[in-house]
């Protein structure tokens, strides 16, 4: 199908959505007046793949989110390139807002080599017609400024950044001193040079965490940074960065949010050290701590179990129509075999691995897709005219299943790394999969930043069938009425944006 003809097909599609929603906070078939304080609230079952955050957490998301507030880093960042980063964002009642962004050299974020200032406005628009749950705003850049930390660590930015942009040759920069890179009424803009761009803030969504026994965890999830460099500082995104958490509701104990927190653009935040794990032992299973959302209206939680004497692995890809993974739509079932590699040499705690993807099997959860495949080319996605909702369907046979983005066999190279979390629980962060839709089906394109961390189950946690029983309990009064339910049209327009994007199913 050519592009053309593509976007005019989900154009079509979305127009069929969009027709049942009108004003600036309508959310498609439950209306929300601007001033309106919709909460989606759920309760994780204790499962394994939830019984680590404590039982009887309940999740709640405002629409419209509230933005006022300090949000800060709980740990190292790594976006795609890679870069090393903590983050600290300021919002104010007024809509003006201050981000301090501060980059390192290492990626325990221990070696800062500069910081940019970041000042603007921000105003929130309306409930994402594409992402589920989200907030689209629009943004205005007022003043960007750079503050250079260590002559020594002027190398990087001096190979992007054109003197005349600071008004003075590099070598000639001062240490802690602020420079100024963009303003809006001078019209100085050198951003480009060095792959600057908030984009991220064209998308927000905020989730509180209810403690049982009182107290809370806000999260400020913004939109992704597209993993090509070339295209970060024009791409709307459709997905979340790890979250930023609030200054005076995080985690505790978070050693890197009060360093954060009181860090400037002068004095960025130095993290303590964490001593490197050795390589790292993937012996278990290892589940999604939370739904997890990613580019193109894919909601999910993933729940692996690796065998290392075997240097086998199984994968279990729970789907949904929906950012609280309460609304199932159908489960893919991977297994093959991995190797594992050397540390990698540009993502210091990495380690390269090599996946294939041998088996993969489907079931179905919902009707509308089940209409879908069963309308597909013989050959192409198991067999036609056997999919039911809720039975098993192996697609191996058929070498996949082309318009569920399944090909077989496939080969990936990945990334992996383990560190322990401010429990001490063994994480497990996998390579962030390319923004497009791709795989990293060749060494040049092995991913150089990490997905949302998964955490290791006990023992005992592990059942000896793997069956799916993580679903989500409505807990709220309304919550029967929530925006959205699975509608054939919001199925058809996910089946066609794996199908376009030319995928393969995803060995992790």
Avoid at 109 to 116: I, M, V
Avoid at 167 to 181: N, Q
Avoid at 209 to 228: A, I, M
Avoid at 441 to 459: F, G, I, L, N, W
Wanted: hydrophobic content about 35%; overall charge neutral; some cysteine.
């Amino acid at each position: 199908m050519s592009g053309g003809r593509f976007s005019h097909l989900l154009r079509v599609l979305w127009q069929a959505v969009l027709v049942s929603g009108s004003k600036l906070w309508e959310v498609p078939t439950a209306p929300l007046g601007f001033s309106s304080n919709h909460t989606t609230s759920l309760e994780w079952e204790p499962q394994c793949q939830y019984r680590h955050l404590q039982d009887g957490v309940r999740i709640t998301a405002d629409i419209p989110p509230k933005l006022e507030g300090n949000w800060v880093s709980t740990r190292c960042e790594v976006r795609p390139g890679p870069e090393f980063l903590t983050r600290s964002y300021t919002f104010y009642p007024s809509h003006l807002f201050k981000a301090l962004q501060h980059y390192y050299t290492d990626s325990g974020c221990e070696e800062p080599t500069y910081s940019l200032v970041v000042r603007g406005k921000l105003r929130l628009r309306q409930a994402s017609w594409i992402t589920r749950g989200a907030t689209e705003t629009e943004h205005h850049l007022h003043k960007v400024g750079i503050v250079i930390h260590s002559q020594g660590a002027m190398h990087r930015p001096a190979t992007r950044l054109p003197s005349v942009c600071v008004g003075l040759t590099l070598g000639g920069m001062v240490p802690g001193h602020l420079y100024e890179l963009y303003n809006a009424q001078a019209g100085r803009a050198c951003l480009g040079a060095l792959g600057f761009s908030m984009m991220e803030l064209g998308l927000v969504r905020v989730e509180t965490q209810h403690k049982p026994h009182g107290g809370l965890v806000q999260e400020l999830f913004f939109g992704d940074v597209h993993t090509d460099w070339t295209k970060r500082t024009y791409y709307r995104p459709t997905g979340y960065q790890q979250p930023l958490q609030n200054a005076m509701h995080h985690i505790h104990p978070c050693p890197a949010c009060a360093l954060v927190f009181r860090a400037s653009e002068q004095r960025p935040p130095v993290l303590p050290h964490v001593p490197a794990l050795a390589r790292p032992s993937l012996h278990g299973r290892w589940v999604s701590q939370r739904c997890e959302a990613r580019p193109a209206v894919l909601f999910l939680t993933r729940d692996f179990t690796f065998r290392p004497d075997e240097h086998s692995w199984e994968g279990f890809y729970h789907h949904y129509s929906d950012p609280s993974c309460s609304q199932p739509t159908f489960t893919l079932q991977a297994s093959g075999h991995y190797a594992q590699g050397d540390p990698s040499a540009k993502v210091a705690g990495g380690t390269e691995f090599v996946f294939k993807v041998t088996r993969v099997s489907v079931t179905i959860l919902e009707g509308a897709t089940a209409k879908v495949l069963n309308e597909t080319r013989p050959g192409s996605c198991g067999k036609v005219g056997g999919w039911e909702v809720g039975v098993e369907q192996d697609v191996t046979a058929t070498d996949g299943c082309t318009v569920l983005g399944i090909k077989l066999p496939h080969k990936e190279y990945e990334l992996f790394k383990t560190e322990m979390d401010y429990r001490r629980r063994p994480l497990l962060f996998i390579g962030e999969r390319p923004t497009d839709g791709s795989s990293p089906d060749r060494p040049q394109k092995r991913p150089t930043s990490y997905q949302a961390p998964m955490v290791h189950c006990a023992e005992e946690d592990t059942p000896t069938s793997y069956h799916h029983t993580n679903q989500l309990k409505l807990a709220a009064s309304g919550a029967k009425n929530l925006p959205w339910q699975p509608s054939f049209v919001l199925v058809l327009v996910s089946l066609l944006l794996l199908w376009y994007d030319g995928g393969t199913v995803h060995s992790v």
